[in-house]
């Protein structure tokens, strides 16, 4: 038996105001403070009839494990009917996982997919609505929840099914006045996403179809959206979302095991983190005969030659969009090579590992952050 999940979306221009069909009396809004600046909450609550609106604006970038404490405390104190995750991954994710734990008292880690929370006594007593205010994270479509363990800087990754949001938004306002920087960054995440999902050994005919349709939008429209074009960054919204579906029931690899524990350590966007490992991996992906066949394949489906010509466009894509194509560009050589054990560890442990198409062992991810750091071509 599988699985294909995936929230109701409602999408295009004023799609917020379905809002004003969901009835709750407490509804507690989460999202963090640069988009209550930006006004986001005051056009949020105008479409909500509720009586009572708690708005819980603390959700940082790559947002720890107490924050999501945090918000779920002020869930359970007001007994909320519906959340609203308004924001990037970051907030969608602590808002799922606020859901959960305003009814269920235990460690987020215990948060796995063969975790019975019903048992645990989790009742959905409250609906959860994401509005994503990016396009890459595809957090309003998955089961995961990425947190950040500070004392040990690393990344946690609970996920469970019911964590999906009943309900995604794309309305393209919340999309419009995105920095540039930030358009490129979530686009390679969404991109990263794909790609990873669609050769993914848990790869299917369901997720087959998001991933491959969002690789397409991505490769088309991402540019475009970068460079300002209103109908690109609505495309790159739908397609954020997609590869979302896509990955979230696919899962995705070695990139994001990467990503993460580069991320972790050196408190990089996640976007970067993972933009900057792709080529390399899907370099290695290359070298091996199997895992080339899944890639082969993939470009064919996506009107490509070979896999090459997926990693020559990624590299291409990247140039155009200001995103690193080496690890050099982001951090210094001592500070890099000094933590590598240790970031290694965490990439090797990582749970997207064993997703991918040819896992690799301690050897060969260390190799792939030296090839990446020094922009080499991976030969191995
Ligand atoms: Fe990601």
Redo the contacts with the bound molecule.
Sequence with gaps: MWWFIAPKTVFGDDAIEHLQNERAERVLLVTDRSLVELGYVEEVKKYLKAERIEVFDEVEPEPSIETALKCSKVAREMDAELIIALGGGSVMDVGKMARILMEVDVDPEVVTPFTDLYQLGFRRKARLISIPTTSG?GADATWAMVLTDNKERRKVLPAHRDAIPDITILDYRFVEKMPQKLVAGTGM?AL??AIEGAVSPWKNDFSDAMCEKAIVLIFEYLEKSYQGDKEARARMHHAATMAGMGFGNSQ?GAV?SLGHAFGAYFKVH?GIC?GVFLPYVLQFYLNDESSRSTLDYLAKRIGMENGESIVERVLELMANISIPTRVSEIVGENEYFGALDSVCNHAINDACIITSPRCPGFDEVRKLYEYAFYGKKVDF
Excluded: E, K, N, R
Aim: hydrophobic share 25%; no cysteine; proline share 0%.
């Design positions: 994270t995440d990263t996403h995705v994001h996640h993972v």
